[in-house]
T-cell receptor
Framework: AQKVTQAQTEISVVEKEDVTLDCVYE???????LFWYKQPPSGELVFLIR??????QNEISGRYSWNFQKSTSSFNFTITASQVVDSAVYFC?????????????FGTGTRLLVSP | DTAVSQTPKYLVTQMGNDKSIKCEQN?????MYWYKQDSKKFLKIMFS???????INETVPNRFSPKSPDKAHLNLHINSLELGDSAVYFC?????????????FGQGTRLTVV
């Protein structure tokens, strides 16, 4: 069965610190997709990144970077030089397209608090 | 210009009532979803429709009935509301066919049953 574990319930950092949000997943499929979503205090869910299981290249987008390691079933998310606006709940999610349609299985989220 | 829009944003109602939440997407996607986020922020899929056809139904009480009049709309009707139905309900859409793409979410509807 699919499962996504975000062991860090809440992380508090001071602005400009780097922070890594952990995500560990379980799946029996060889083809799957991993996602990160951000939920700011305003409540909407904002897509950050999608990764398929065949692409283990790390990705960097501005201050955000993602480290995908199939060997450890992890897809960690690092924010460099954090800012107050990064304060949000971050969700990691997994999708197995074996039915041809997407069903996102979410982790329980990590609340990031960035203080000035 | 909102890609996925839900109405209403807030809904407060009494136990036993019937209510509907509407969702519309203007992205041209052919798949739409309803997700439920509980008070602990846990997100779980409820339904998925592809081209107006029900694809995923995740053991949701039959008091919940999704309706898709066309592929741009997916409404959620809830009968005989219970206190435990209080949650934030998110509509989402994605374009299927081949690779899995990201889902775009609406702003959410906060339902409070009193």
């Amino acid at each position: 069965a699919q499962k996504v574990t975000q062991a860090q319930t809440e992380i508090s950092v001071v602005e400009k610190e780097d922070v890594t949000l952990d995500c560990v997943y379980e799946t029996r499929d060889t083809t799957y997709y991993l996602f990160w979503y951000k939920q700011p205090p305003s409540g909407e869910l904002v897509f950050l990144i999608r990764r398929n299981s065949f692409d283990e290249q790390n990705e960097i987008s501005g201050r955000y970077s993602w480290n995908f390691q199939k060997s450890t079933s992890s897809f960690n998310f690092t924010i460099t030089a954090s800012q107050v606006v990064d304060s949000a709940v971050y969700f990691c999610a997994l999708s197995e397209p074996n039915t041809g349609f997407q069903k996102l299985v979410f982790g329980t989220g990590t609340r990031l608090l960035v203080s000035p | 210009d909102t890609a996925v829009s839900q109405t209403p944003k807030y809904l407060v109602t009494q136990m036993g009532n019937d209510k509907s939440i509407k969702c519309e997407q203007n992205l041209g996607h052919d798949t739409m979803y309803w997700y439920k986020q509980d008070s602990k922020k846990f997100l779980k899929i409820m339904f998925s429709y592809n081209n107006k056809e029900l694809i995923i139904n995740e053991t949701v009480p039959n008091r919940f009935s999704p309706k898709s009049p066309d592929k741009a709309h997916l409404n959620l009707h809830i009968n005989s509301l219970e206190l435990g139905d209080s949650a934030v309900y998110f509509c989402a859409s994605s374009q299927e066919g081949g690779a899995v793409t990201e889902a775009f979410f609406g702003q959410g509807t906060r339902l409070t049953v009193v």
